[in-house]
């Protein structure tokens, strides 16, 4: 029992990670923007955007004239990273609000704030996350991993849904981008104990709440395919990105993070990119259900396309948020 819920996901997810950075260093090792026109007018929401890959997602928008909300539950952080990026884009409208991922009521707060402000939103980019922490519970007593990572940005993005529909236009989709990793690939949904309350690894914890955004995302998209909405759900996967995500990570691990990183870890602007061509690039345009990686469409874990478990985990996670079961 040990082995299987303890070592095996440890043992899964060091491989998947072993596994990418050997294609970054002998493969392409990220791909170059293609010149995107301007955006002005456009507003997005990007979470855990004051460090990391979330901040050069922002940052980049911005530069592209957004109007760009930082969600982030950090006050210093956020206004430190407005300043930044106000400062190199030369564009005013980069602002920060306060959202805690790991709290129900907080997500609730946010969204309120923002629908008060009377703005679109054109593209919603699902981003924050934590990797690998203790055994913890977020506010509402969900495992930290599948509460933060999956079902705040799962309660954020219903939440957000009637703007976002009202928000994008035959002609021009609002998008939402939600940010997984390699590691769902090796991640298990045991609906019997989402809370991974049995034998708790937060190594599966965490492949377990990756592979649970890549279904949301496509369960998301084939309701609003289904509805004849002008919104897309497509899901990104950066790398293995050179962040201060590892914190977490065992000693042995954080000490070849910290020799290898800069030879063949991804910077924070490559990672960023994929999530920035998912949120703004013509080419995809009207385009959703997609898991993308180096700008690329690319095949997910075989589990992730069973619409059945998609169902049940969208159930799942109403319930588990208090909403309605319907996007």
């Not at 990273?81 to 030369?90: E, L, S």
């Not at 959202?99 to 907080?106: E, I």
């Not at 922490?133 to 506010?139: G, L, N």
């Not at 759900?233 to 000693?251: K, S």
Request: charged content about 20%; aromatic content about 10%.
């Amino acid at each position: 029992m040990w082995l299987r819920a303890v070592l095996l996901p440890i043992l899964r997810v060091y491989y998947t990670g072993l596994r990418v950075i050997l294609q970054q260093v002998y493969g392409r090792r990220a791909f170059s923007l293609p010149v995107i026109p301007s955006q002005n007018g456009k507003v997005a929401i990007v979470t855990g955007g004051a460090k990391g890959i979330g901040y050069s997602t922002a940052k980049h928008l911005s530069s592209l004239g957004m109007h760009v909300i930082i969600a982030g539950n950090n006050e210093a952080e956020g206004s430190e990273a407005v300043t930044r990026i106000q400062q190199d884009t030369h564009n005013e409208k980069v602002e920060f609000l306060y959202c805690d991922l790991a709290s129900m009521k907080s997500i609730r707060q946010f969204v309120q704030i923002f629908k008060a402000k009377n703005l679109c939103l054109h593209v919603l980019v699902n981003n924050a996350g934590v990797m690998l922490v203790p055994e913890r519970k977020t506010a509402d007593g969900f495992e930290e991993h599948f509460g933060l990572n999956y079902l705040g940005h799962f309660l954020l993005t219903n939440l957000l849904l009637k703007t976002t529909k009202e928000s994008g236009t035959e002609n021009l989709n609002a998008r939402i981008i939600t940010v997984s990793s390699a590691t769902h690939y090796v991640g298990e949904l045991n609906f019997d104990d989402l809370n991974s309350s049995c034998c708790y690894s937060p190594h599966g914890a965490y492949a377990q709440s990756k592979l649970a955004l890549v279904m949301f995302t496509y369960y998301l998209q084939r309701q609003l395919s289904e509805d004849g909405c002008y919104v897309t759900a497509n899901v990104v996967d950066p790398g293995v990105v050179n962040t201060d995500l590892y914190r977490n990570v065992c000693w042995p691990g954080r000490l070849v993070k910290w020799m290898a990183a800069r030879l063949f870890f991804k910077t924070a602007e490559e990672g960023a990119a994929t999530s920035i061509y998912a949120s703004v690039a013509p080419e995809l345009e009207g385009i959703g259900g997609c898991y993308l990686y180096n700008g690329q469409k690319t095949k997910s874990a075989d589990i992730s396309y069973n619409e059945d478990l998609q169902r049940k985990l969208w159930n799942e996670s109403c319930k588990m948020v208090g909403i309605p079961g319907s996007a």
